[in-house]
T-cell receptor, first 115, second 114 residues
């Protein structure tokens, strides 16, 4: 079956612009996660959605970052007024139930470059 | 908070050599432990996992045993191949108030030479 998909695969933007990154999780998975992979910080958790519950936003680095999940499926991560330190690969993952033993399945990522 | 520490790379080996990547963790409860692998040009994928103490995860000739007494989850493979060249990430998942995010180690790059 289809895995997690993300778009765009690459995004180059100018400092100060807003960007939107999209994630399509595996069908039927109730949990969705966003992570960021950068050279300096490694792999960092950003935000977690589980069903209709309020999202866990504890990893968002600033109020310029926000995310939505519509209809329990597709998610969009929005970064406003991008800064050069936002340059990274943004990874989306989904898992069946969000339990601690669940395997998280990762998408290919969106490489964001802020000039 | 939770944390994962793994040996820094790069690790360079010859084909058929024995590979060990050390991983230790800090957690307040009873986490599940994972090894994820990122092959060149590909996304993160699960290699193996263990969900309770003394469990052994295994896949593709790799093994790791969940050792609660030493808070470790070392990855081993007896005979590596060139195709095992990748970056390996140790991670844990522990249920918290509002989620069970993965906490990753810094990654270990492994290069296997023919």
């Amino acid at each position: 079956g289809a895995g997690v998909s993300q778009s765009p695969s690459n995004k180059v933007t100018e400092k100060g612009k807003d960007v939107e990154l999209r994630c399509d999780p595996i069908s039927g998975h109730t949990a969705l996660y966003w992570y960021r992979q950068s050279l300096g910080q490694g792999l960092e958790f950003l935000i977690y959605f589980q069903g209709n519950s309020a999202p866990d936003k504890s990893g968002l680095p600033s109020d310029r970052f926000s995310a939505e999940r519509t209809g329990g499926s597709v998610s969009t991560l929005t970064i406003q007024r991008t800064q050069q330190e936002d340059s990274a690969v943004y990874l989306c993952a989904s898992s069946p139930w969000g339990g601690i033993t669940d395997t998280q399945y990762f998408g290919p990522g969106t490489r964001l470059t802020v000039l | 908070g939770n944390s994962v520490t793994q040996m820094e790379g790069p690790v360079t080996l010859s084909e058929e050599a024995f590979l060990t990547i050390n991983c230790t963790y800090t957690a307040t409860g009873y986490p599940s432990l994972f090894w994820y692998v990122q092959y060149p040009g590909e996304g993160l994928q699960l290699l193996l996992k263990a969900t309770k103490a003394d469990d052994k995860g295994s896949n593709k000739g790799f093994e790791a045993t969940y050792r609660k007494e030493t808070t470790s989850f070392h990855l081993e493979k007896g005979s590596v191949q060139v195709s095992d060249s990748a970056v390996y990430f140790c991670a844990l998942s522990e249920e918290e108030a509002a989620g069970n995010k993965l906490t990753f180690g810094g990654g270990t790059r492994v290069l296997v030479k023919p």
